[in-house]
């Protein structure tokens, strides 16, 4: 019996299976970025987040990067970071829970460190992490 889909399926070992892997994930997360609603909706009584988040990974050229950004009531409540290893399956940071749960005891600032639990092929364990620290701004209740 013919297998239509395996037919012509030789790939050459290399770039080009993971292009198409990490193009879907982006993808992927652009959609789940646009099916998030705003942060208004989500959190109502929020009037801004800031978030500034420190990424390391490990291996031979150990990245740092700094990035920092700023949530208005008008932007998605999306708070996924992807990892930056190339490779990486299901990895990622995301900041959801952390947020959620600081919105919830109505809590200011927070900071703490998330692990990425992506599976690669040339890193093991712990190959990347994130440093995040969180300022929320409340309305004012009236
Ligand atoms: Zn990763």
Same mark, same amino acid.
């Given at each position: 019996?013919?297998? *239509?889909?395996?037919? %012509?399926?030789? /790939?050459?070992?290399?770039?080009?299976?993971?292009?198409? $892997? &990490?193009?879907?994930?982006?993808?992927? $997360? +652009?959609? $789940?970025?646009?099916?998030?609603?705003?942060?208004?909706? +989500?959190?109502?009584?929020?009037?801004?987040?800031?978030?500034?988040?420190? =990424? &390391?990974?490990? %291996?031979?050229? *150990?990245?740092?990067?700094? +990035?920092?950004?700023?949530?208005?009531?008008?932007?998605?409540? =999306? /708070?996924?970071?992807?990892?930056?290893?190339?490779?990486?399956?299901?990895?990622?940071?995301?900041?959801?829970?952390?947020?959620?749960?600081?919105?919830?005891?109505?809590?200011?600032?927070?900071?703490?460190?998330?692990?990425?639990? %992506?599976?690669?092929?040339?890193?093991?364990?712990?190959?990347?992490?994130?440093? &995040?620290?969180?300022?929320?701004? =409340?309305?004012?209740?009236?």
């Amino acid at each position: 019996m013919r297998v *239509p889909l395996l037919q %012509g399926d030789s /790939f050459p070992e290399g770039e080009l299976p993971h292009k198409q $892997n &990490y193009l879907a994930r982006m993808e992927l $997360n +652009r959609q $789940n970025r646009l099916a998030t609603g705003p942060l208004s909706e +989500r959190f109502p009584q929020v009037s801004g987040i800031m978030i500034s988040m420190t =990424y &390391y990974q490990k %291996g031979v050229n *150990p990245v740092l990067m700094l +990035r920092t950004i700023h949530l208005l009531p008008s932007d998605s409540a =999306y /708070f996924n970071m992807e990892c930056m290893i190339k490779g990486c399956v299901d990895g990622g940071f995301d900041l959801t829970p952390v947020v959620t749960n600081m919105v919830k005891a109505r809590k200011k600032t927070g900071k703490g460190r998330i692990e990425c639990l %992506g599976k690669t092929e040339n890193h093991t364990g712990d190959h990347a992490s994130v440093e &995040y620290e969180i300022g929320i701004r =409340y309305e004012r209740s009236r």
